[in-house]
């Protein structure tokens, strides 16, 4: 039987131990049977006896090595189990960050085209009701009540126009220069921008690491970009909080990428950007990036701000992230390829 | 006062301009598309163009090519709602294909009847 366990198990730690415990039980039921006085060897079965005991002591040893063989064992597989469970769930998780990114890519796409195509529609509209307005007005008095609500007329158009004009902004897919650009710089020209436009109980604060970084970029759409954050931000506190924002490099092996799964590893520029203010619930933060969603009221916002930064970024090949909670807040996580300039020397 | 040929297949900005223009005692003719006005050039020589770019059946460019073609001397204005917004930049193509000036809609009619009484007295000017 002892034989049998140990083919199974040969790995065991010490595979002789059984054996040596029964050959060392049946060598001392030997040199005691011989060492007895004679009348006690008379009994027969009493070195039979000690050979049995020794074997069955032998068996008990091995019996206690299988045990805790078995347990170990056990453990193993539990450990093995536990960690393929984390890294599919790790891997289902990726792949639903993905689909959703991808989903959303495309419906924001769908969106920029079918507004592309209302817009068209909607200034031939605006410009008969501007044109047949304008005539109108020739027709009658400069100073009669139908002029001046003419004029109200022509006013309401402009105001559409304005409108079209930004949703066109926002689906038109121009071609934009592209120029190394210093971030530092860029966000420093738009705070100084901004900060009179800021309530003084708005504190922003901004860090960035000592060495400049260098991003392929159009200057004007990073200030939009930096305009409407800054702004949202502002708005989301009620005019009373702080504002951090935070520039730094993310090297290719930075854990930051198991945050963006549709991201290429690689040399970025991170901004963070964070407000102490209200904070988004999960249904927000999914919508946040259509084209029209907004939660400000009604003329307040256009909902497009967002939907142009997320144009924006993608469009410098970047990404951007959101994470807020209700009453906690909001960070958006933006993350832009850094340009490295290539001498002509270099050797990629 | 100039002889303009509108092309437009929206009805009521068709019916607007060719009141502006004949307000501005321009003498006009309409076409709804591309074809109509095809047609209509084959029996009518105006001295200005203004033409829709995006319009069923016989587009905004086709028809400035053939014009450009045709009568090399009249002189075209284009205008379009989707204007230089456009993916492939349709007033921007109408203007390399010979389109004098272009507009996007809504355009100021006084600027478009201001453009009209340039080329028109331009055109004039060079006959002369």
């Known amino acids: 039987m002892g034989r049998n366990l140990q083919n199974n198990h040969s790995d065991l730690p010490y595979p002789w131990l059984p054996y040596a415990v029964a050959m060392a039980g049946i060598l001392v039921s030997i040199i005691v049977w011989y060492a007895l006085p004679a009348d006690i060897l008379t009994i027969p079965t009493l070195l039979p006896l000690g050979i049995c005991l020794s074997i069955l002591a032998g068996v008990l040893v091995r019996l206690i090595q299988r045990a805790s063989e078995r347990k170990q064992s056990y453990k193993l597989i539990d450990e093995t189990f536990k960690k393929e469970m984390t890294e599919r769930i790790e891997a289902e998780e990726t792949k639903q960050k993905l689909e959703r990114a991808l989903l959303q890519g495309q419906k924001l796409q769908a969106i920029g085209t079918l507004a592309g195509g209302i817009a068209h529609d909607f200034n031939n509209i605006l410009y008969a009701i501007i044109g047949y307005a304008e005539l109108a007005r020739e027709d009658v008095d400069t100073d009669s009540l139908i002029h001046k609500n003419l004029g109200k007329v022509l006013e309401g158009c402009k105001r559409g126009q304005d409108l079209v004009a930004r949703i066109l902004a926002f689906s038109r897919r121009q071609h934009h220069d592209f120029k190394p650009v210093c971030v530092k710089e860029t966000m420093e020209s738009v705070l100084s921008l901004l900060r009179p436009t800021i309530p003084a109980s708005v504190n922003i604060d901004f860090k960035a690491m000592p060495e400049d970084s260098i991003i392929m970029g159009n200057q004007t759409q990073l200030h939009q970009v930096i305009v409407n954050l800054i702004n949202n931000a502002v708005d989301a506190m009620d005019g009373e909080g702080n504002v ?12 930051i990428f198991t945050q963006f799964p549709n991201v290429i590893k690689g040399i970025y520029c991170k901004i963070e950007l964070s407000d102490t203010g209200h904070g988004m619930d999960q249904m927000t933060m999914e ?13 307040k916002g256009t909902g497009l701000g967002l939907a142009t930064v997320h144009t924006i970024i993608k469009e ?18 933006l993350l832009l390829p850094e340009y490295v300039q290539m001498t002509e020397n270099s050797n990629g | 006062m100039a002889k303009i040929l509108l092309v437009e297949d929206d009805d009521l900005v068709r019916d607007m301009l060719a009141q502006v223009l004949t307000r501005a005692s321009h003498q006009v003719e309409s076409a709804t598309n591309g074809e109509e006005a095809t047609e209509i050039l084959k029996t009518s020589d105006p001295d200005i163009m203004v033409t829709d770019i995006i319009m069923p059946k016989k587009s905004g460019i086709t028809l400035i090519s053939e014009v450009k073609n045709k009568h090399p001397n009249m002189e075209i204005i284009a205008i379009s709602g989707g204007g230089r917004l456009d993916p492939t930049g349709y007033l921007d193509l109408s203007e390399s294909l010979g389109a004098t000036v272009s507009f996007e809609k809504p355009i100021d009619n006084s600027t478009l009847l201001m453009a009209i009484d340039l080329l028109a007295y331009g055109s004039k000017h060079e006959a002369t």
């Open chain 1, 316 to 333: 410098h090949q970047g990404e951007i992230i959101v994470e807020s909670q209700l009453g906690r807040g909001a960070t958006f996580t």
């Open chain 1, 244 to 255: 951090r924002i935070h520039l730094s490099h993310v090297a290719s092996s930075d854990k």
């Open chain 1, 287 to 299: 919508r946040m990036f259509e084209p029209f969603f907004t939660t400000k009221e009604v003329g």
